[in-house]
């Protein structure tokens, strides 16, 4: 049955009341027609519960908008939903990719995820072809999907909204990643679940690496609002000494948007549940808004907290990763890269869900607290334990 405005209604109901679904919900293909933005493909999703987002399909797919009931939870940097084809990767030391950087979900891969760098090139036997540079978080976020197809899938009286798609990172004397995504949404829900599979479709044995960027902001990120996590161990912060206690700012509690902030960054190790996931959450209590964000501990083993609260760019990052951050290099030397052969793919599934009201925000907590308790000191000493992948 679809649930839509206190009413629980069959496929039958929902077709009395309406000539087409799209009244209600649905997935519509457009084209942006100005500025950077000029020329972008983006598919918006309405799922009559008052969750609205949409996907880029010029962009990796990768969720750029989201709002629940008027309320923003999408992060837009000054950046905008920049045109891939005005997109230097190379640029500014690899730092270029700032320049694209906006949006609810940003991904990054698929043979690279961290900070500008150069590594071997070997596996591609090409004599001119010495190593590879790479530049911040990789290049598939700025690749367009080649759409396959999107619509509403009835099942019976329930109704699934979903777009298909594959982004193929590729070169001659190089890696031939294909990217397969499926984004799904409930008629009535408010969930957004994602499933991806990364495949190498070239015949030499390829790195992989992948992590997603999901980026929320105000109103939900606001002073007071709380991070929530099951975290087992801080293992790392990009801090030297006391600098994240001079900001002020600790990981558990969203300040307000600061003059002058400089950016941090942690490394947690997250307790699964029972079922092997990984629930992580920002819960704003003024609001009675939350929004979760859930993958696989065996498929994504590692996570990032992205802390961005400077005015003008104000952000959390919830980023879970195939790879601690100790990068490319290190991943190889400690036996932890990935390789896929010809044929050979790995599969990933993340959930958005928007949590609506005191009860749910407190259900999510208790669930997250079930699995681990993380800790109660705000500036945590990181352990240093890479744990082996």
């Not at 961005?308 to 932890?336: C, M």
Request: charged fraction near 20%; proline fraction near 4%; hydrophobic fraction near 40%.
């Amino acid at each position: 049955m679809v649930k839509l405005y206190g009413q629980t209604l069959t496929r039958r109901d929902v077709a009395e009341r309406s000539g087409m679904l799209s009244q209600f919900a649905g997935v519509r293909l457009m084209t942006l027609g100005d500025g950077v933005e000029r020329g972008v493909r983006m598919l918006e999703f309405r799922t009559g519960s008052g969750l609205r987002f949409t996907a880029l399909v010029d962009r990796a797919l990768d969720i750029a908008d989201c709002d629940y009931k008027g309320q923003a939870i999408g992060w837009h940097s000054p950046t905008g939903f920049r045109h891939p084809g005005l997109h230097e990767y190379e640029g500014e030391k690899g730092l270029a990719w700032a320049r694209s950087f906006s949006g609810l979900l940003v991904t990054c891969g698929l043979d690279h995820i961290l900070g500008p760098g150069e590594v071997p090139a070997d596996e591609y036997n090409y004599p001119g072809k010495q190593g590879i540079t790479h530049s911040l978080h990789g290049r598939v976020g700025t690749i367009p999907a080649r759409l396959t197809g999107y619509g509403e899938s009835w099942d019976g009286d329930e109704c699934v909204l979903w777009a298909e798609g594959i982004v193929q990172q590729s070169a001659v004397f190089g890696e031939d990643l294909h990217l397969i995504r499926r984004i799904e949404a409930d008629v009535g829900g408010n969930e957004i679940r994602i499933r991806d599979r990364v495949i190498n479709h070239g015949f030499v044995r390829t790195p992989h690496m992948l992590f997603y960027h999901v980026n929320v902001s105000h109103p939900l990120v606001d002073e007071g609002a709380r991070y929530v996590a099951p975290i087992a161990d801080v293992v790392w912060a990009a801090h030297a000494g006391d600098a994240y206690r001079a900001q002020g700012v600790g990981y558990r509690t969203l300040p307000k948007p600061q003059l002058g902030f400089r950016e941090q960054v942690w490394q947690h190790e997250m307790a699964a549940d029972a079922k092997g996931d990984v629930p992580v959450a920002v819960l704003n209590d003024a609001l009675g808004l939350g929004f979760q964000v859930t993958t696989r501990k065996n498929q994504l083993p590692c996570a990032y907290q992205w802390q961005n609260f400077q005015a003008g760019h104000y952000a959390l990052g919830i980023e879970p990763s195939t790879h601690h951050v100790l990068g490319d290099l290190v991943a190889r030397e400690r036996g932890e890269m990935i390789w896929l052969d010809h044929d050979e793919s790995r599969a990933y599934e993340v959930s958005f869900r928007v949590l609506d009201g005191g009860e749910a925000l407190a259900d999510a907590e208790a669930a997250i607290r079930s699995i681990a308790i993380q800790p109660a000191d705000d500036y945590p000493t990181p352990s240093g334990h890479f744990r082996s992948l």
